[in-house]
């Protein structure tokens, strides 16, 4: 059981190329997260899935897109990167109706833009 | 606003004291608050939560005190240890109009424990 995983752990983007964040995670979770991490702004959410096909707009989903074509997989993309997007970014999943407060993360991606 | 406020930013405490690390909301619609502990390199991880009707909740050395009327809640750690030295976000759990849910997040405590 491997809980959440991410792909990849680190990466160095030049300005204006895109990428795409993997998350996966093996719990059946139907919950599914993306966050980014600076430093003194603690974990602000970007976007969210409530299940297989759907997803939603979080606190700053600006310059982001995100796809959940499976339920044990969400994706991060970012079309054209920017320095402002340099940040650690957190996929967590959560079990709900249950477990509402209670959000698995994964080990989180090094972004750099430059 | 789905807002948490949380203070200190960062906390120094000698080993074997108390470590208490406070946060404050507005919005009555939130339904759980939950403490998570984060170590470097690691993702967050639930510590401990506690619902709105309750006014004290205790896990180890771990304690939520939470202050319904004031919109107040607060993690003290007992008998603080080297080990405990991490960043402590505090947040709580809300339900949109669509069933969905989520967490806000406090922007974090860097707390070191001194030996």
């Known amino acids: 059981n491997a809980g959440v995983t991410q792909t990849p752990k680190f990466r160095v983007l030049k300005t204006g190329q895109s990428m795409t964040l993997l998350c996966a995670q093996d719990m059946n979770h139907e919950y599914m997260y993306w966050y980014r991490q600076d430093p003194g702004m603690g974990l602000r959410l970007i976007h969210y899935?409530?299940?297989?096909?759907?997803?939603a707009k979080g606190e700053v989903p600006d310059g982001y897109n995100v796809s959940r074509l499976k339920k044990q997989n969400f994706l991060l993309g970012l079309e054209s990167a920017a320095p402002s997007q340099t940040s650690v970014y957190f996929c967590?999943?959560?079990?709900?109706?249950?477990?509402?407060?209670?959000?698995?993360f994964g080990p989180g991606t090094r972004l750099t833009v430059t | 606003q789905q807002q948490v406020k949380q203070s200190p930013q960062s906390l120094i405490v000698q080993k074997g004291g108390i470590s208490i690390i406070n946060c404050a909301y507005e919005n009555t619609a939130f339904d759980y608050f939950p403490w998570y502990q984060q170590f470097p390199g690691k993702g967050p991880a639930l510590l401990i939560a506690i619902r709105p009707d309750v006014s004290e909740k205790k896990e180890g050395r771990f304690t939520i005190s939470f202050n319904k009327s004031a919109k107040q809640f607060s993690l003290h750690i007992m008998d603080s240890q080297p080990g405990d030295s991490a960043t402590y976000f505090c947040?709580?759990?809300?339900?949109?109009?669509?069933?969905?849910?989520?967490?806000?997040f406090g922007k974090g405590t860097h707390l070191i424990i001194q030996p």
């Open positions: 899935s409530v299940g297989e096909g759907t997803t």
């Open positions: 947040a709580a759990s809300w339900r949109s109009g669509g069933g969905a849910d989520g967490l806000t």
């Open positions: 967590a999943s959560s079990y709900s109706p249950g477990q509402l407060y209670e959000q698995y």
